[in-house]
């Protein structure tokens, strides 16, 4: 068993009703070699005398191939004088209808199966066995060491090539393909992680990161911190940053702390992250008021101006550009036009979209981010970024951002081991097409609604790597969660404002592989489809 996945011979009656489905799913939907029917089931031929090794993950079949010994096979029918093509042997079987669910398709799912069958020939005798293998996947069956014999078989749209496998070349072969599972597809890769963090780690940063430390005092640290701040600042177009060993909430502590002196402000909250900097303002003692605007919705921009108008004692304004809870997407321009136009501080909280979409902080007093989320590193440094002349005005060591640029950037112990896997991570994002991962979620989001399923963020100001949804009151999210998880999707759904509102939430931090997004709605589909005991409901 691996990951959940378990493999046998076919017994059951629901294992056989699945195995018909899927027939039906590969060799009529996808490889249109049998014609369709209403029932969307493909009873093979052969089913009386065929024995199914199948994949299962707790009742839902995702992979299967037959195996049967009774001559006709259906390559007698299909290639004259089949004996002459084959090499010596003393017992023959015909393999046939392999098939894989398409969004699990996989190294460690046809693996078990070949290793099954490899276990099932050994128990019946047969040294040799026969297959049709679609063309499609031609490398894919040589690579498990079947050798093609004869002239293609089939019809135009399904076409196939006769294949044979000796016993002793699968043991080989299979061996062998085992040994390059980890480094075709390594563990980390059998989950999808649709988390807002910790995020997928790319290997140029994974061995940056277990290099031998070095240190923080040395000449060449010290030299590589100004070139990450360089490349920080350019990233967003910030005259200066300074690097915190700490998370995000640190960050947003510091421009608390650094707004101490400032005036009145006001904190403009439209979801959980926004609400947090009203905590950080009340702990920090500020002068403030929260102007609170809708869960999901966009910032009310016309009314706040009215209260800037308003109240002119009001010298700063604090918001989330990308709140990460609800997927919505705040409009920096218009956040920089207002302020700017009464000549009043704008700060902002820019820990979900830095590394995710192009950012303009000119003009922006403080801005917080972190090297975990977009950028697509290890959780565990955090930034400030600013545009002005500083001064520490009593502030804590810690926070004191004066005490930063006076010191190169290392006032106090630094992890050389997170700052090179922050490097290598900042080289990959300057180098990202931004658009790409906006294009996947636009598409997401237009086949969740298709579902029926409420997105949280209407399109005109949805972000381009969150997506939060709203299943129906009958469904619960922590169960669908959980389901996800089993299928291997892994999706933000545990936080205490996520489980209030019944929300999951899809993040796209980083690149990834469309395959697993497209297949993604469909996996969703299942879920919310299934029964209580994990059987999908006949439709």
Not at 30 to 47: A, R, S
Request: charge should be neutral; charged fraction near 25%; include cysteine.
């Amino acid at each position: 068993m691996s990951c959940g996945l378990s493999f046998k011979i076919a017994t059951e009656d629901w294992e056989f009703e699945q195995i018909h489905a899927l027939n039906y799913k590969t060799f009529v939907q996808e490889i249109p070699q049998h014609g369709v029917n209403k029932e969307k089931k493909l009873v093979d031929k052969f089913h009386e005398e065929n024995s199914y090794c199948i994949c299962l993950r707790d009742r839902r079949l995702l992979g299967m191939l037959a195996c049967r010994s009774k001559r006709p096979f259906s390559l007698d029918l299909k290639l004259a004088d089949l004996a002459a093509y084959l090499p010596p042997h003393n017992a023959l079987c015909e393999i046939r209808l392999l098939s894989v669910e398409k969004e699990v398709r996989g190294g460690r799912i046809l693996v078990g199966l070949m290793n099954m069958l490899m276990e099932y020939c050994n128990e019946q005798g047969y040294d040799l066995a026969v297959i049709s293998g679609t063309v499609r996947q031609l490398k894919l069956y040589q690579h498990l060491g079947f050798v093609p014999f004869g002239p293609l078989v089939g019809k135009p749209e399904a076409m196939f090539q006769p294949m044979y496998l000796a016993r002793e070349t699968i043991v080989r072969n299979l061996n062998s393909f085992l040994e390059q599972q980890p480094r075709l597809k390594p563990a980390v890769k059998d989950s999808v992680n649709f988390l807002p963090g910790p995020v997928r780690i790319c290997e140029a940063v994974k061995e940056a990161f277990i290099k031998t430390p070095v240190s923080h005092r040395s000449d060449r640290f010290l030299k590589d911190i100004a070139q990450i701040q360089h490349k920080l600042s350019q990233l967003v177009n910030s005259k200066s940053v300074q690097i915190l060993l700490g998370s995000g909430t640190l960050a947003n502590d510091v421009v608390a702390a650094n707004l101490s002196n400032k005036g009145k402000g006001i904190v403009v909250s439209n979801g959980e992250f926004c609400e947090r900097l009203v905590d950080h303002a009340q702990r920090a003692r500020l002068d403030f008021k929260e102007f609170k605007n809708t869960w999901g919705k966009a910032i009310y921009y016309d009314e706040l101006e009215i209260i800037l108008d308003q109240e002119p004692s009001i010298r700063w304004v604090w918001a989330v550009h990308l709140e990460t809870s609800t997927g919505v997407l705040n409009d920096l321009s218009k956040l920089k036009n207002i302020c700017k136009k009464r000549n009043i501080i704008l700060c902002l909280d820019c820990v979900s979209s830095i590394g995710a979409l192009p950012i303009d902080l000119k003009g922006v007093f403080l801005a917080s981010g972190v090297s975990g989320k977009a950028l697509c590193s290890y959780p565990g440094l955090s930034f400030v970024f600013y545009n002005h002349a500083l001064s520490g005005q009593g502030l804590p060591r810690y926070m004191d951002l004066e005490l930063y640029s006076k010191s190169e950037g290392v006032p106090f112990t630094h992890s050389s081991n997170f700052i090179y896997a922050l490097q290598n991570a900042l080289n990959l994002t300057l180098s990202r097409d931004f658009s790409i991962n906006a294009k996947f979620a636009e598409g997401l989001r237009r086949q969740l609604r298709a579902l029926g399923i409420k997105v949280v963020a209407a399109e005109e100001y949805a972000s381009p790597n969150v997506i939060s949804f709203e299943l129906p009151g009958d469904l619960s999210s922590e169960t669908i969660g959980a389901r996800l998880e089993n299928e291997g999707y892994y999706l933000s759904y545990r936080s205490s404002y996520l489980l209030e509102r019944n929300w999951l939430q899809v993040c796209l931090m980083g690149e990834y592989d469309q395959r697993d997004i497209e297949a993604f709605p469909s996996i969703l589909a299942s879920c919310l489809a299934m029964k209580e005991d994990g059987i999908l409901k006949v439709k």
